[in-house]
């Protein structure tokens, strides 16, 4: 059966589906049936069945008509290789190599290189200063011997930033295709960038224990400030502490001006 698609109306049935398909191409593994609500496809339980007249039809579990949208797309038949987790906040379907069936994807081959080179530039971006910072000493050092021992520090700083570029780089292509989305808090760029600072230096430690010693002071200020973000809050958070933080002020003001009175 060749991959295609449906309009689902406020109702829940379907109409336009060969009498002759198997109802177990409708769903994926799960029971889940996969339906574009105009911005992503949702996996979606729900019991397929037929009607007397052909029609099939959807008794929605997890949603009812009016927390689905009006109209929405239903898609089939699907590639048995396809789960909830494949389909779930995916933005794109295209049919598999033979055409019988639907595959879907968060992202393309693209977005993934453009991840790829984000936490590259990330890694570049964290040790700029530190390199800058050596770069200086470099600069101002006063006779041959400080001289050598600032290039030399200088040299191992940008030979292990390079070594981050590579570690994050190859730990980034070993993902799938939508790994990113899938899992969204692991795939921060922060927290990659510091697992590949951290794999880095622990070999450098391990294997390179004269070139570590020349980096360990800026590297391990920078793994700190990787492990320990700007911790940002929820906009109801953020207001409640705004508003403690007021009353807290109006409150000590007004004691103040209380022990004026009294004075």
């Known amino acids: 059966m060749i991959p295609t698609s449906v309009l689902v109306d406020d109702s829940t049935s379907i109409a336009g589906i060969p009498a002759d398909v198997e109802l177990s191409q409708l769903t994926i593994p799960g029971g889940q049936v996969v339906l574009w609500n105009g911005h992503e496809f949702e996996a979606t339980k729900g019991n397929v069945g037929r009607y007397p007249d052909g029609r ?12 689905r949208e009006a109209t929405m797309r239903f898609y089939y038949p699907i590639d048995p ?52 910072q050596a770069q200086i000493k470099v600069n101002e050092a006063t006779n041959t011997v400080a001289e050598a021992q600032a290039v030399a520090n200088h040299r191992s700083l940008v ?32 927290l990659p960038v510091l697992r590949a600072v951290e794999v880095v230096a622990a070999n450098w430690r391990r294997d390179n224990a004269v070139s570590w010693s020349r980096v360990s002071t800026r590297v391990s200020a920078i793994i700190k400030d990787l492990a320990k973000p700007h911790a940002y809050e929820t906009r109801w958070d953020k207001a409640a502490r705004i508003a403690a933080e007021a009353k807290a002020k109006a409150d000590a003001e007004a004691s103040a001006e209380t022990d004026t009175e009294e004075s």
């Open 81 to 132: 290789r396809m789960d909830e987790v494949d389909v779930a906040g995916a933005t794109i379907a295209y049919p598999n190599d033979d055409n019988t069936g639907w595959l879907f994807a968060h992202c393309d081959n693209d977005a993934m290189v453009d991840w790829e080179q984000e936490l590259a530039a990330a890694v570049v971006a964290r040790f700029a200063a530190a390199i800058d």
């Open 56 to 67: 099939v039809g959807i008794d929605f579990h997890d949603l009812d008509a009016g927390e």
């Open 159 to 190: 030979s292990f930033r390079n070594s981050a570029i590579i570690a994050v780089t190859q730990w980034a292509r070993t993902r799938h295709i939508g790994w990113q989305e899938q899992h969204p808090h692991e795939a921060h760029v922060h």
